[in-house]
């Protein structure tokens, strides 16, 4: 204790040609380089082949997005490139044979992406940017009633009235694209594939603010490793689409949320911990934000006992409650050899050692007094003779005294082992 010291579908429809899509784990990016803007973002949706290169390993990031495209490649991000359908096709400008119907068909019966008026869906037309992000407004389970996020940017005014409050929303939550220049969203521009790769990217890291319904089924992804404490028996992290399940073993390091006495309290009641900072896997996944807080219950507290045994305060973690509010099954206990919180050996030699001092200046005081005579000699005898007695009694007294009570200020750590398997819902990386 701290103490001691201080006391794919659309791969195809991506692709340039019609040739089959090689991905980035087989080839290299012919036409985009290592310091191209959206680099990290193009490797991204070809690795989890949301896009694709032709033959040639060229990605074209300047080329145009089509409708029937975009739609397919968001389908992949969402999980939905797979699922049935049973939607009557309504447009007169999709065919069963084309490459894109399956696609729009899931658009359509999850209502992801609307056609037009007159029953057109219109899937070769160029995608716009505000286009976009009224889609990436649509599936977001949120709302905003901040449209003030908007006046940082020179072009806000070209922002159509229909499209303002998708902006509002895709800014506030970080899906949107504003390159080359920071402060503008050019909201009239044609949406290339490398802006395309961007959204998706941003898209796929914010799946936890995504409506369910557009969902597909939830998968494993990978699995990482936390690395909090020596004392875990597990460090496994096992990272969905939409969930990290913390597994049972897994050791946290958490603080108290305010002092905590242990006299002053009793079986019963609620003691409130938080995490100081991100607590992220090895591999970078967020896991829980700073200030999720640990909601705890005092099971039983076990009162000092004379000869030194330190009060024991024996609680059990019941949830977590996230910075947005939702609360969490959350399962744990002090990961100590007893499950307790006490006061460590060294607060209890600490305490010894003050009876100790105290003792034998005392003794010393006593013995010099008697021995005070117009001596030097005799003077010193007594202090020699006065001081170990008395630091023997004070050893003694301070043996046979009561314990200590537990004592942690606000912000003193402590680690936390789960006894259950916890599922949390992907944290955004903002």
Not at 296 to 308: L, T
Request: overall charge negative; aromatic content about 8%.
């Amino acid at each position: 204790m701290r103490k001691l010291l201080t006391g794919v579908m659309a791969c195809s429809l991506f692709a340039l040609s019609a040739a089959v899509p090689v991905f980035a784990d087989e080839i290299k990016i012919s036409d985009v380089p290592a310091d191209y803007w959206a680099r990290t973002e193009i490797e991204n949706v070809i690795t989890n082949k949301v896009m694709s290169v032709d033959e040639q390993n060229n990605f074209n990031p300047d080329g145009k997005v089509k409708r029937a495209d975009f739609v397919s490649a968001l389908l992949i991000v969402l999980g939905n490139d797979k699922m049935e359908y049973k939607s009557n096709n309504k447009y007169s400008d999709v065919g069963k044979n084309d490459v894109f119907y399956p696609a729009i068909m899931r658009s359509d019966e999850l209502g992801l992406v609307y056609g037009y008026p007159n029953n057109t869906f219109k899937p070769r037309q160029d995608m716009l940017r505000d286009e976009a992000q009224s889609i990436m407004s649509h599936i977001i389970d949120r709302d905003v009633d901040d449209y003030t996020v908007l006046d940082q940017y020179t072009d806000h005014d070209a922002i159509p009235g229909w499209a303002k409050y998708s902006y509002a929303k895709t800014l506030t939550y970080g899906i949107f694209v504003n390159y080359p220049d920071l402060n503008e969203l050019r909201p009239q521009d044609d949406l290339t594939r490398a802006e395309a790769a961007v959204l998706l990217t941003r898209l796929n890291e914010k799946l936890a603010v995504v409506q369910k319904r557009f969902l597909g089924p939830e998968k494993l992804i990978a699995v990482e490793h936390l690395d909090q404490s020596s004392k875990a028996t597990n460090d496994e992290v096992r990272v969905t689409n939409y969930k990290n399940e913390i597994m049972e073993g897994n050791a946290l390091r958490i603080v108290f949320d305010e002092n905590f006495y242990s006299e002053d309290h009793k079986a019963g009641d609620i003691v409130y911990f938080v995490a100081p900072e991100d607590i992220c896997t090895k591999e970078g996944t967020l896991v829980l934000p700073a200030n999720t807080k640990f909601v705890a219950q005092i099971n039983e507290i076990k009162d000092p006992k004379w000869f030194n045994k330190n009060a024991r305060v024996y609680l059990q973690l019941n949830k977590i409650v996230l910075p947005d509010g939702e609360e969490v099954p959350f399962v744990a206990k002090p990961a100590t050899k007893d499950a307790s919180l006490k006061e460590g050996p060294w607060m209890t030699a600490g305490k010894l050692t003050l009876c100790t001092v105290a003792g034998g200046v005392v003794g010393g005081g006593v013995g010099t007094g008697i021995a005070f005579i117009p001596s030097p000699a005799l003077v010193g005898r007594g202090i020699a003779i006065g001081t170990p007695v008395g630091a023997a009694v004070g050893l003694i007294t301070g043996i046979v005294t009561p314990g200590l009570e537990y004592h942690a200020k606000q912000g003193e750590e402590i680690v936390v082992i789960l006894c259950e398997s916890a599922k949390v819902k992907r944290q955004c990386n903002d």
